[in-house]
């Protein structure tokens, strides 16, 4: 099976020449089929960027200056406007943060399905079919089908308005959907809420998922894969489980979770990360989270540290986690 979707040595800059910023450097990562795969880091460490790279759809001027993303083994950079349009409707779609912004504000739910069963004749039999999945899909989302139908967006609140986002980016069957920060904007409610359903979703559909999130607490709550972005790199990929119990771990992943309000300690217990995410024009030599780092040694203001993976697929960029494993291993 090739990967739904893979992202190869991936940059995205913004700008040209020496004064260019690259939002993105150096990222690889596949998603397959069945995933549900969180992007996690602090807010300026290129997520979002990330995520939208996966359908070209980065916002201007920023643009992929290095690699590539590929669907079911095809280039995205090498297909044409229709053949792109098919991937972004069809087969991977992404609902953006405060999905709110994506809504036509003088039209109905309703029209704008239409309008989408229209532009993408063929994939039902009818617009009746078409609409009687939307339906369903509603359902699916928890909300009340003919109410939603003729709503415009004024009248919905923000936790419907997410989940009437996901259902019409659910619309034309993708196989992928990627979620740009999914329960940021919401009350506690509407986070277990949109958490469920989109857990929901993924056993009903086969949906594959990928999401952006700066909070470590939704990550344990739906993911099963993780990727860690610090300041434009990835700096530890795995499962769950490796990154929340594997000893071996980057020390800015400490830091996130040192973050988590710990039930445990009632919710007391959190301690903010010192310092800032750098300045991408003014990134510090060698490790770029050194500034910040309570482990860092000379060698990590010298060589920025490479990703390295253990065994079972777990990789860590840190000289200092990366000790022992780089001892023990035959180089
Ligand atoms: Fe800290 Fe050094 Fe590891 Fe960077 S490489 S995270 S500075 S210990
Ligand atoms: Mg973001």
């Known amino acids: 099976h090739p990967p739904l979707l893979s992202v190869n040595d991936l940059t995205v800059s913004f700008g040209n020449g020496p004064g260019a910023i690259r939002a993105v450097e150096d990222v690889s990562?596949?998603?397959?089929?069945?995933?549900?795969?969180?992007?996690?880091?602090?807010?300026?460490?290129?997520?979002?960027?990330?995520?939208?790279?996966?359908?070209?759809?980065?916002?201007?001027p920023g643009r992929i200056t290095a690699g590539r993303v590929e669907v079911l083994g095809r280039n995205l950079a090498s297909m044409n406007r229709s053949q792109l349009n098919h991937v972004r409707a069809a087969e991977v779609s992404i609902v953006f943060?405060?999905?709110?912004?994506?809504?036509?504000?003088?039209?109905?739910?309703?029209?704008?399905?239409?309008?989408?069963?229209?532009?993408?004749?063929g994939v039902f039999e009818s617009v009746a079919a078409g609409r009687a999945y939307f339906e369903e899909l509603l359902g699916m989302v928890r909300l009340p089908t003919q109410r939603i139908w003729r709503a415009y967006e004024h009248q919905l609140s923000g936790?419907?308005?997410?989940?009437?986002?996901?259902?019409?980016?659910?619309?034309?069957?993708?196989?992928?959907?990627?979620?740009?920060?999914?329960?940021?904007?919401?009350?506690v409610l509407n986070q277990r809420l949109v958490l469920d359903v989109l857990r929901n979703l993924h056993s009903a559909l086969d949906l594959s998922i990928?999401?952006?999130?700066?909070?470590?607490?939704?990550?344990?709550?739906?993911?099963?894969?993780?990727?860690?972005?610090?300041?434009?790199?990835?700096?530890?990929?795995g499962t769950v489980d490796e990154i929340f119990t594997d000893p071996r771990r980057h020390p800015y992943v400490s830091a996130l979770i040192s973050a988590i309000p710990s039930?445990?300690?009632?919710?007391?217990?959190?301690?903010?990360?010192?310092?800032?995410?750098?300045?991408?024009?003014?990134?510090?030599?060698?490790?770029?989270?050194?500034?910040?780092?309570?482990?860092?040694?000379?060698?990590?203001?010298?060589?920025?540290?490479?990703?390295?993976?253990?065994?079972?697929?777990?990789?860590?960029?840190?000289?200092?986690?990366?000790?022992?494993?780089?001892?023990?291993?035959?180089?």
């Open 159 to 187: 936790g419907m308005k997410q989940r009437v986002a996901i259902a019409i980016a659910l619309l034309l069957h993708p196989s992928l959907l990627i979620l740009d920060e999914p329960t940021t904007a919401l009350d």
């Open 29 to 60: 990562l596949q998603v397959r089929p069945g995933d549900i795969q969180a992007i996690v880091g602090e807010s300026g460490c290129g997520k979002s960027t990330l995520a939208y790279s996966m359908l070209d759809v980065i916002p201007p």
């Open 263 to 331: 039930v445990l300690a009632g919710g007391l217990d959190v301690r903010p990360i010192p310092g800032q995410v750098p300045n991408l024009a003014e990134l510090p030599r060698g490790c770029r989270f050194a500034p910040r780092c309570p482990l860092a040694m000379p060698l990590c203001r010298e060589t920025e540290p490479p990703l390295v993976a253990d065994r079972s697929g777990h990789t860590v960029a840190c000289h200092v986690a990366n000790e022992n494993l780089l001892e023990g291993t035959p180089r």
């Open 210 to 237: 990928v999401f952006v999130t700066h909070d470590l607490a939704v990550v344990a709550e739906l993911a099963d894969r993780v990727a860690v972005m610090y300041a434009g790199r990835l700096v530890e990929t």
């Open 97 to 121: 943060q405060a999905a709110m912004n994506s809504f036509n504000p003088v039209t109905t739910v309703g029209r704008q399905v239409e309008d989408l069963l229209e532009a993408h004749e």
